[in-house]
């Protein structure tokens, strides 16, 4: 089973400021990597698919990069909607998926 | 507009079953696959399993084969799911969502049923 493993657990910024979330898997999984956002109380939106191609509807500070084990999420200029939880999850192994464990992204 | 709407909350009693539906409208039901991700209070997403509409066929996760059971009823436009043997750490908020290119990309979401399950 690969693992995804996002870091950090939490991250303080501030509006304005440039987001960089990371997610490792434990072995290569291409480019089939997805980020998701979560507000507290709401379902998950997808942000970013295929590691780097963002999602209808989804602004463009948000980016994705990355490929094999390691990726990366960037919100360029941070927004109050913007903190949140975001998690990363692959389909490589499909039909089986698997979803890191999260980042907090919170206000400083 | 493409829509997924959950049944309402539940309490259940360990030993028992719970079924969660989730009706979809705004697309045709039977050309995305719908999988299941539950997220207990406080923790992560974890992903169960999925269901094709137009076959029936499905794929679970390893940790609930023998307990989880997808259905659909595509002449309601509605998948569900079921679970039995529940433990008090089934207790969770369960979510349906729609698979965007039948391959793992989950790009509209329910919005979520609250099971509780305690004695």
């Known amino acids: 089973e690969i693992v995804l493993t996002q870091s950090p657990a939490t991250l303080s910024l501030s509006p304005g400021e440039r987001a960089t979330l990371s997610c490792r898997a434990s072995q290569s999984v291409g480019i089939y990597l997805a980020w998701y956002q979560q507000k507290p109380g709401q379902a998950p939106r997808l942000l970013i698919y295929?590691?780097?191609n963002r999602a209808t509807g989804i602004p463009a500070r948000f980016s994705g990069s990355g490929s094999g084990t390691d990726f990366t999420l960037t919100i360029s200029s941070l927004e109050p909607e913007d903190f949140a939880f975001y998690y990363c999850q692959h389909r490589s192994t499909w039909p089986l998926i698997t979803f890191g464990q999260g980042t907090r992204l919170e206000i400083e | 507009q493409v829509q997924l709407v959950q049944s309402g909350a539940e309490v259940k009693k360990p030993g028992a079953s719970l079924k969660v539906s989730c009706k979809a409208s705004?697309?045709?039901?039977?050309?995305?696959?719908m999988h299941w991700v539950r997220q207990a209070p406080g923790q992560g997403l974890e992903w169960m399993g999925w269901i094709n509409p137009d076959s029936g066929a499905t794929n679970y996760a390893q940790k609930f084969q023998g307990r989880v059971t997808m259905t659909r009823d595509t002449s309601i436009s509605t998948a569900s799911m079921e679970l039995s043997r529940l433990r008090s750490d089934d207790t969770a908020v369960y979510f349906c969502?729609?698979?965007?290119?039948?391959?793992?990309?989950?790009?509209?979401w329910g919005q979520g049923t609250t099971v509780t399950v305690s004695s």
């Open positions: 295929d590691a780097s």
């Open positions: 969502a729609r698979d965007a290119y039948g391959s793992g990309v989950m790009d509209v």
């Open positions: 705004g697309y045709t039901f039977s050309d995305y696959h």
